[in-house]
């Protein structure tokens, strides 16, 4: 008997042991960050496009105790080494607007501004904490949001909402449409609004925040779309992308980062970006924060 207990003793000091190194080990890995680099096939890319790159990074949630502005900065300077013809940024810049949330903003708009200045293109939708909503049933703070977007605006960023605009490369006349969807917590987004000024047939890439409004999109209208909100699940089986907690916690299907396989629409293709931040806890485990490559690559399936 005095084995067996013994044995269990030892057990439960190493159960214990384990689970003290992976809490320390949630704390670290938000200072780790993943670059991912991936293929997006588009039908009727123009030449002039063909093996280029876009940039994506999503959900900083500055204002978050323990943020993770320091990974947000070394996200948006490795994406100037990387020299991508345009840059995403796929929401939730701020956490919870509260009474003054000029600091929040001027921090969101200093850690993207680089960007800028470093001769990028650089576009952004807003997330739903941009308009101080943690949940779906919390009411929009549109004048908080607004203020967000204005500093951004002023920075350099062009902020989208419900529009599409042509992208456009140096010394070409060969556009590439950038369709630009409102958040879907505070009820902004119109999918056939954004649509609506895109030619039928033409090369375009769609961004969001949430995920969800994916599946508003009509077959074959949104060949590459981005999006980010859910922060990868922060908590997840290792290894395995789509078992994170969301998996356990949401009712609907939930598709927590990468490619979004057999979702939405046919002829339509979803990347779920994990984001550099973190909500209600500052705290990543096998979920490291990410920054996202897309070589652009000619469908000739659809030709």
Not at 7 to 27: C, D, N, Q, T
Not at 109 to 128: F, S
Request: charged share 20%; aromatic share 8%; proline share 8%.
């Amino acid at each position: 008997m005095k084995n067996i207990s013994e044995k269990f003793k030892y057990a439960a000091l190493g159960l214990v042991g384990v689970i003290g190194l992976l809490v320390i080990w949630s704390f670290i890995e938000p200072r780790i960050l993943n670059t991912e680099s991936e293929v997006a096939n588009i039908p009727n890319l123009p030449k002039s496009w063909q093996g280029k790159q876009i940039g994506q990074i999503s959900d900083f949630q500055i204002g978050l105790w323990g943020d993770n502005r320091g990974t947000a900065r070394r996200s948006v300077a490795e994406l100037i080494e990387a020299k991508p013809a345009v840059a995403l940024v796929s929401g939730d810049f701020i956490y919870h607007p509260g009474q003054n949330i000029e600091p929040e903003i001027e921090t969101a708009v200093d850690i993207v501004r680089p960007l800028v200045e470093a001769g990028i293109p650089t576009y952004a939708v807003l997330g739903n904490h941009d308009y101080g909503m943690s949940s779906k049933t919390a009411s929009p703070k549109t004048e908080e949001a607004e203020r967000l977007a204005t500093a951004l605006e002023s920075a350099g960023i062009e902020v989208l909402e419900n529009e599409a605009v042509e992208l456009q490369l140096p010394n070409s006349n060969e556009p590439l449409y950038l369709v630009g969807v409102g958040s879907l917590w505070a009820n902004r987004d119109n999918v056939d609004k954004a649509l609506s000024g895109v030619p039928d047939n033409s090369p375009r890439i769609t961004m969001m925040h949430n995920p969800d409004s994916f599946e508003q999109f009509p077959p074959n209208s949104a060949p590459l779309a981005v999006a980010g909100h859910t922060h990868g699940g922060q908590v997840r089986v290792p290894n395995t992308p789509h078992w994170s907690w969301l998996r356990f916690t949401q009712d609907d299907k939930v598709y927590a980062d990468g490619w979004a396989k057999g979702y939405g629409e046919p002829g339509n293709q979803l990347y779920v970006n994990p984001g550099i931040g973190m909500s209600i806890a500052p705290i990543r485990l096998f979920c490291p924060p990410e920054l996202t490559l897309f070589t652009l690559q000619l469908d000739n399936s659809k030709q």
